[in-house]
C-alpha cells in the first residue's frame, strides 16, 4: 500500500507564496508521473501541473508562469512552488501519481487527502 501526504496549505493574501509538499511513503519501487490537482468549491477537480521522472513539467494555462512544480525522486516528494497567488487560486490541493509501480511490480494510482489554500484578496 501506499500513503501520498500533503503538506503545507494555508491562507495567504493576494500576491502572496506558498509552497506544497507531498510525500509517497509505502511499498514504492518507482515513481513516474506525480502531479497536483485542486478543487474549487462547487467546482469539479482540474489538473493544475504534472512532473515525469526526468523532470520535464507541464503546467495548466491558469498558473503557467506563477507556479513552479518539482520532485526529489530520493524522497519519493513532489512539490508545488506557487507565486503571485489569486483569490481564484483558491481550492483544496491534491497530489496525485497515476502510476506507481509496488516492489511486485504491480501499478496503481494514488490520491492523497489533499490541502486547502486560501487566497484572500
Known amino acids: 500500500q501506499v500513503q501520498l501526504v500533503e503538506s503545507g496549505g494555508g491562507l495567504v493574501q493576494a500576491g502572496g507564496s506558498l509552497r506544497l509538499s507531498c510525500v509517497a511513503s509505502?511499498?514504492?519501487?518507482?515513481?513516474?508521473?506525480m502531479g497536483w490537482y485542486r478543487q474549487a468549491p462547487g467546482k469539479q477537480r482540474e489538473w493544475v501541473a504534472s512532473?515525469?521522472?526526468?523532470?520535464?513539467?507541464n503546467y495548466a494555462d491558469s498558473v503557467k508562469g506563477r507556479f513552479t512544480i518539482s520532485r526529489d525522486n530520493a524522497k519519493n516528494t513532489v512539490y508545488l512552488q506557487m507565486n503571485s497567488l489569486k483569490p481564484e487560486d483558491t481550492a483544496v490541493y491534491y497530489c496525485?501519481?497515476?502510476?506507481?509501480?509496488?516492489?511486485?511490480?504491480?501499478?496503481?494510482?494514488?490520491w492523497g487527502k489533499g490541502t486547502l489554500v486560501t487566497v484572500s484578496s
Open positions: 496525485n501519481a497515476p502510476w506507481v509501480v509496488d516492489e511486485v511490480g504491480r501499478g496503481s494510482d494514488y
Open positions: 509505502g511499498n514504492i519501487f518507482s515513481i513516474d508521473v
Open positions: 512532473i515525469v521522472n526526468g523532470g520535464r513539467t
